[in-house]
């Protein structure tokens, strides 16, 4: 599905509003990690979270670069692959931001001993989300950020590291396109096994010159529930958005426990 040319000015104002911010609270993560004493919450908010934000920031800069919301004309292969790498350095990225935040908490308040175990450290694990101050722990128990987490993050973080890597459609397609695309495909193998090269290039150009560009991405087609297709550069925004928004709170409250 296209975006209106409407939308996608407007995801692309936003863009830059969220790059702005994400910067801003990079920053500000800087100066807290620096004031800290202690070697672990140095790390984990110098090297860990400050360094995740660079790099979300860097790859929605790169994806809005190399596949703007205004696309018309397929993406050549090679852009394309690069597009699902800085997606995936995204969503690893987004990921992996939450336990920083929480070594950082932990390592703050010596919570070491009490929590015994390194696989109970989580900002979504009850073993750490004890010891929160009543607002990073009401945040995080509240029904929208557990289902952005559960049925979002926490689904397409595990396919990408662990079953099929996040992946963005090559085109959408009519039937009859996608026809003339499977028709293709077998010639394909036949021209592989035979190894005619040549006429191989000519069958992957006659494939990327069928259908419009796809701006969904997804991690599965056949696992007995797989994920819906969610629009790329607003959920790119959103994921952001949630970065900065808790990022923030956690900021102004995780020298405090409960």
Same mark, same amino acid.
């Given at each position: 599905?296209?975006? +209106?040319?409407?939308?996608?000015? *407007?995801?692309?104002?936003?863009?830059?509003?969220?790059?702005? $911010? $994400?910067?801003?609270?990079?920053?500000?993560? /800087?100066?807290?990690?620096?004031?800290?004493?202690? +070697?672990? @919450?140095?790390?984990?908010?110098? =090297?860990?979270?400050?360094?995740?934000?660079?790099?979300?920031?860097?790859?929605?800069? #790169?994806? %809005?670069?190399?596949?703007?919301?205004?696309?018309?004309?397929?993406?050549?292969? !090679?852009? $394309?692959?690069? /597009?699902?790498?800085?997606?995936?350095?995204?969503?690893?990225?987004?990921?992996?931001? %939450?336990? #920083?935040?929480?070594?950082?908490? /932990?390592?703050? *308040?010596?919570?070491?001993?009490?929590?015994?175990?390194?696989?109970?450290?989580?900002?979504?694990?009850?073993?750490?989300?004890?010891?929160?101050?009543?607002?990073?722990? !009401?945040?995080?128990?509240?029904?929208?950020?557990? !289902?952005?987490?559960?049925?979002?993050?926490?689904?397409?973080?595990?396919?990408?590291? *662990?079953?099929?890597?996040?992946?963005?459609?090559?085109?959408?397609?009519?039937?009859?396109?996608?026809?003339?695309?499977?028709?293709?495909?077998?010639?394909?193998?036949?021209?592989?096994? +035979?190894?005619?090269?040549?006429? &191989?290039?000519?069958?992957?150009?006659?494939?990327?010159?069928?259908?419009?560009?796809? %701006? @969904?991405?997804? =991690?599965? %087609?056949?696992?007995?529930?797989?994920?819906?297709?969610?629009?790329? =550069?607003?959920? &790119?925004?959103?994921?952001?958005?949630?970065?900065?928004?808790?990022?923030?709170?956690?900021?102004? =409250?995780?020298?405090?426990?409960?």
């Amino acid at each position: 599905m296209a975006y +209106t040319e409407e939308q996608a000015s *407007h995801l692309v104002s936003e863009q830059g509003t969220v790059a702005s $911010l $994400l910067k801003e609270l990079m920053l500000q993560t /800087v100066v807290q990690g620096q004031e800290s004493s202690h +070697t672990g @919450v140095r790390e984990h908010l110098l =090297h860990g979270v400050a360094r995740r934000i660079n790099v979300l920031g860097r790859a929605i800069e #790169n994806i %809005f670069g190399k596949f703007p919301p205004s696309t018309s004309s397929l993406l050549e292969r !090679d852009a $394309l692959y690069d /597009v699902q790498i800085n997606l995936h350095a995204f969503v690893m990225n987004l990921y992996g931001v %939450f336990d #920083n935040w929480a070594w950082a908490f /932990v390592f703050r *308040h010596g919570l070491e001993s009490e929590i015994r175990d390194r696989r109970g450290v989580g900002l979504f694990h009850e073993r750490t989300t004890r010891y929160l101050p009543p607002i990073l722990r !009401d945040y995080l128990s509240s029904s929208t950020t557990t !289902d952005w987490h559960e049925k979002y993050l926490k689904s397409f973080r595990d396919a990408l590291a *662990h079953r099929i890597p996040l992946y963005i459609p090559p085109a959408e397609i009519t039937p009859e396109e996608g026809d003339r695309y499977n028709r293709l495909e077998s010639e394909k193998v036949e021209l592989i096994r +035979t190894m005619q090269w040549d006429r &191989l290039e000519e069958v992957w150009d006659q494939q990327a010159e069928l259908g419009r560009p796809s %701006f @969904v991405f997804l =991690h599965a %087609f056949s696992e007995d529930d797989p994920p819906r297709p969610i629009l790329l =550069h607003p959920q &790119l925004l959103c994921d952001a958005g949630a970065i900065v928004e808790f990022g923030t709170i956690f900021l102004k =409250h995780w020298h405090e426990r409960a």
